[in-house]
């Protein structure tokens, strides 16, 4: 079983930033797809972004293209998200997820991934 931890949520003003960390207790096959997903109050899990370890794909929600980065600190086994540009509607709970599908097939399912953080707070403030 790998322990994942997040780290770097907080409260800021809209358009301001905010780097998200998420650390693990062992590595992860580099087949496996790693996604940061993030769930506001009263609505459904819903993912952000995602990484392929072996072929450096990266994916994306359409409201955080532009704005989202997701990156790989191999050494410190740490994954990353960094935001820019936050708005009010990206207040939610941050949660990291690792052992999900190679190539990140169905990136976006929350069901694909075997392994979760406990979440971290991001609000933005208007």
């Known amino acids: 079983q790998v322990q994942l931890v997040e780290s770097g949520g907080g409260s800021v003003q809209a358009g301001g930033s905010l780097k998200l960390s998420c650390g693990a207790s062992?590595?992860?096959?580099?087949?496996?797809?790693m996604g940061w997903f993030r769930q506001a109050p009263g609505k459904g899990r819903e993912g952000v972004a995602a990484?392929?370890?072996?072929?450096?794909?990266?994916k994306y929600a359409d409201s955080v293209k532009g704005r989202f980065n997701i990156s790989r600190d191999v050494p410190e086994n740490l994954l990353i998200l960094e935001m820019n540009s936050l708005k009010p509607d990206d207040t939610a709970v941050y949660y990291c997820?690792?052992?999900?599908?190679?190539?990140?097939?169905?990136?976006?399912?929350?069901?694909?991934?075997?392994?979760w953080g406990q979440g971290t707070q991001v609000t933005v403030n208007s």
């Open positions: 062992a590595y992860t096959d580099i087949t496996e797809c």
């Open positions: 997820a690792r052992g999900g599908r190679d190539w990140c097939s169905d990136w976006g399912d929350p069901s694909t991934y075997m392994y």
């Open positions: 990484l392929h370890p072996r072929e450096r794909i990266t």
